[in-house]
């Protein structure tokens, strides 16, 4: 049963009859104009909402802060 396994793998050499891959091209990235506003990909109404929405979170959580130091207390309670 060996012998026969072993004829066989020296009979057919599976590494020479691979072909290589062939060659990856590069790609070449698009040039970008002096005109182009985008920063990490966003548009600028995109950064004011993020920028907007950032401010929304430090405003409330300044204002949890206070509330839980007890250095502000909220009309309601």
Aim: charged share 25%; aromatic share 8%.
């Amino acid at each position: 049963m060996f012998e026969d396994l072993r004829e066989s793998a020296a009979s057919a050499p599976f590494l020479e009859e691979e072909t290589p891959p062939p060659a990856k091209k590069r790609k070449e990235r698009p040039k970008r104009s002096s005109s182009s506003h985008e920063f990490l990909g966003m548009s600028p109404v995109q950064r004011f909402v993020i920028a907007l929405m950032l401010l929304m979170m430090v405003c409330a959580l300044g204002a949890f802060c206070l509330i839980i130091s007890g250095k502000m207390v909220p009309p309601f309670l």
